[in-house]
């Protein structure tokens, strides 16, 4: 109870802050079943399976309501090309190639990614059960959203999980000019006490694509570290990152340890690509290419801590809360662990009714919705 109480706290110092920002912004508030309606319309209306449509609107809506905005509603007209242009399928579904008592090997058949994961993970799930580990990799997938998605099923049901991807090569690696990696994220959600869990969830290079996106959708500029121009050299402009640059690992420049994110990344790729057969590297398709099928790599594990050592979840809320106590540099900002930020802004979402949004995006929903002809998200709130 003590975590909760002090999330509380935290809570509502942040809020204090997001409602400076987001009034600043005017940005409107959508319920998620509403964002959740609209997601699946849009699949829908251009020939996607209701029960794929339904695993694609959870993962974005998921994405958005713990803050992820890179990766919810922002990433719905890739999707819809997907299926629109056909280098996306929805008439099959993953199956199995191979499998062991505590792994399996999946042919995604090119169906959304989240078909794909949830598929992936529900395996790797059910075989930790048994075999207290479920190891499952699989070819033939797409983007799947956030990677710590996958992860939370598997500690929703009190195992360690862990989900990984490639993607396409987007990333600079140390001492090089051209992106030949992919962002490939690394996710592990662990379950505390009382609904308490450590979830992380990062990409292996600095930052996100989509936020990189998102800062030219907005156009204020990137941070240092996040991302090079066409000739290599760090730059501050989001379209120079997108038009012809790359983005740079985790660590940033090689004088801090950016060598370290580019190891990484190709950790990602051997777990995704190289053991699984499938595209790796320069060889996946250029990002939001909708001619060639993409053909990613990913991995989903689930552990059953009960396999080693009793206690695991009161240890690893002692963990968690020996973190969070610190004493902070600032005391405005609490130390916190992985996942307190999305849970946070989780909790934000409920007391405002539902999700906030940039006017641009309800913008570029708006003419989503016109495009494809259905009906636009009804707005619970604008925020003035």
């Known amino acids: 109870m003590q975590f909760w ?29 509403e964002v959740k309606r609209f997601a699946r319309d849009c699949m829908t209306s251009v020939g996607t399976k209701p029960q794929h449509a339904d695993s694609l609107a959870e993962v974005l809506v998921q994405a958005d309501y713990r803050g992820h905005y890179s990766h919810g509603l922002n990433r719905l007209d890739m999707y819809v090309k997907d299926i629109e242009s056909g280098v996306t399928v929805s008439d099959k579904e993953p199956v199995i190639l191979k499998e062991s008592p505590a792994t399996a090997f999946v042919d995604g058949q090119n169906v959304l990614g989240p078909v794909v994961g949830d598929f992936c993970m529900d395996l790797a799930i059910n075989k930790a059960k048994r075999s207290g580990v479920g190891w499952v990799v699989a070819k033939g997938s797409n983007h ?21 991807t490639n993607t396409s090569p987007l990333v600079v690696p140390t001492r090089a000019k051209k992106p030949i990696l992919g962002t490939n994220p690394i ?33 204020i500029p990137i941070p240092n570290s996040w991302g090079v121009d066409a000739h290599g050299k760090m ?19 090689e004088e801090t340890s950016g060598y370290k994110g580019s190891g990484l990344g190709v950790l990602v790729e051997i777990f995704c690509g190289i053991l699984s057969g499938s595209a790796y590297g320069p060889n996946i398709r250029r990002w939001k290419n909708t001619t060639t099928v993409a053909n990613l790599g990913q991995c989903f594990i689930a552990v059953d801590p009960d396999s080693f050592m009793p206690g695991f979840e009161e240890r690893m809320s002692d963990l968690m809360g020996i973190c969070r106590n610190q004493e902070p540099v600032d005391k405005d900002k ?20 539902g999700i906030p949004y940039h006017p641009n995006q ?23």
């Open 334 to 353: 609490e130390v916190l662990v992985a996942g307190d930020p999305e849970r946070i802004h989780m909790k934000m979402c409920d007391e405002r009714g």
């Open 235 to 253: 730059t501050n402009n989001p379209t120079d990152v997108l038009n012809g640059g790359g983005q740079m690992p985790l660590g940033g420049a």
């Open 144 to 164: 799947y959203g956030i990677a710590g998605h996958y992860a939370i099923r598997a500690s929703e049901e009190g195992l360690l999980g862990m989900s990984f």
């Open 362 to 384: 309800i913008q570029y929903a708006i003419d989503l919705s016109n495009k494809l002809n259905v009906v636009s998200m009804e707005i619970v709130r604008t925020q003035k």
């Open 187 to 219: 996710s592990l959600a662990a379950p505390g006490l009382h609904g308490d869990s450590f979830v992380l969830d990062m990409a292996t290079s600095t930052a996100a694509l989509g936020k990189i996106e998102i800062h030219e959708r907005k156009q």
């Open 5 to 33: 109480r002090r999330l509380l706290q935290i809570s509502k110092q942040q809020s204090r802050l997001s409602l400076r920002h987001y009034s600043s912004e005017n940005w409107d508030v959508i319920s998620n079943n």
